[in-house]
């Protein structure tokens, strides 16, 4: 039974569209994270949510937004995509913030910005 | 000096055959990640540990904490398993990962 879903696993958008990739969770899980993987190249933390609580990553381009209406679902807005944020965007879950708590990750979306 | 080091790089394997990869870091962690992630797909959590060894299927994870060191084995390799096979660790608050480069296996029949 998939636990943490991503919708679509595919988008094509073009430069300056704005797009909204989407996660879903049934674990009842506290914490959501939003990843950038490029290319042959380690995933890159964007921001989490623990509950309501917004936690953005320093070096995360303004263009990036998430919402978290529920526990349940957590969007990842591009305002404006450039062709360098095609990548892969996965989504995690834990239970809590804390160390010794596992994530658990998404399929992934996988964008491309032509 | 990088935190966490994964080798082999790459790893050829044929079907059948066992295999280990290992990940060694440099800073005291309470807990490991191993992950999976298949050609364009997403990551699938294989283990987390935190002393000791676990096993699930023909997957064994083990790690030293004082030693600094885990490694994954799969026995009996499949061209299944051809994948990327990634370590992580929490460093800092907020569970933030940081994700070794990665190992990538490819298994022939």
């Known amino acids: 039974d998939a636990m943490v879903i991503q919708n679509p696993r595919y988008q094509v958008t073009q430069f300056g569209k704005p797009v909204t990739l989407s996660c879903s969770q049934t674990?009842?899980?506290?914490?959501m994270y939003w990843y950038q993987q490029k290319s042959s190249q380690a995933p890159k933390l964007l921001f989490h949510?623990?509950?309501?609580?917004?936690?953005n990553e320093a070096d995360t381009p303004d263009n990036f937004q998430s919402r978290r209406p529920n526990t349940s679902f957590c969007f990842l807005d591009i305002r404006s995509p450039g062709l360098g944020d095609t990548a892969m965007y996965l989504c995690?879950?834990?239970?809590?913030?804390?160390?010794?708590?596992?994530?658990?990750f998404g399929p992934g979306t996988r964008l491309t910005v032509l | 000096k990088n935190e966490v080091e994964q080798s082999p790089q790459n790893l050829t394997a044929q079907e059948g055959e066992f295999i280990t990869i290992n990940c060694s870091y440099s800073?005291?962690?309470?807990?490991l990640h191993w992950l999976q992630q298949h050609p364009g797909g997403g990551i699938v959590s294989l283990f987390m540990?935190?002393?000791g060894k676990k096993k699930h299927g023909r997957l064994i994870a083990t790690i030293n904490i004082q030693e600094k060191h885990s490694s994954l084995h799969i026995t009996a390799s499949h061209p299944r398993d051809s994948a990327v096979y990634i370590c992580?660790?929490?460093?800092?608050?907020?569970?933030?990962?940081?994700f070794g480069g990665g190992t990538r296996v490819l298994v022939k029949p």
């Open positions: 995690a879950t834990s239970r809590l913030i804390l160390h010794h708590n596992e994530q658990f």
């Open positions: 540990l935190s002393s």
């Open positions: 800073v005291g962690i309470s807990a």
């Open positions: 992580a660790f929490p460093l800092t608050a907020g569970n933030k990962l940081t």
């Open positions: 949510y623990y509950d309501k609580d917004f936690n």
């Open positions: 674990l009842n899980h506290n914490v």
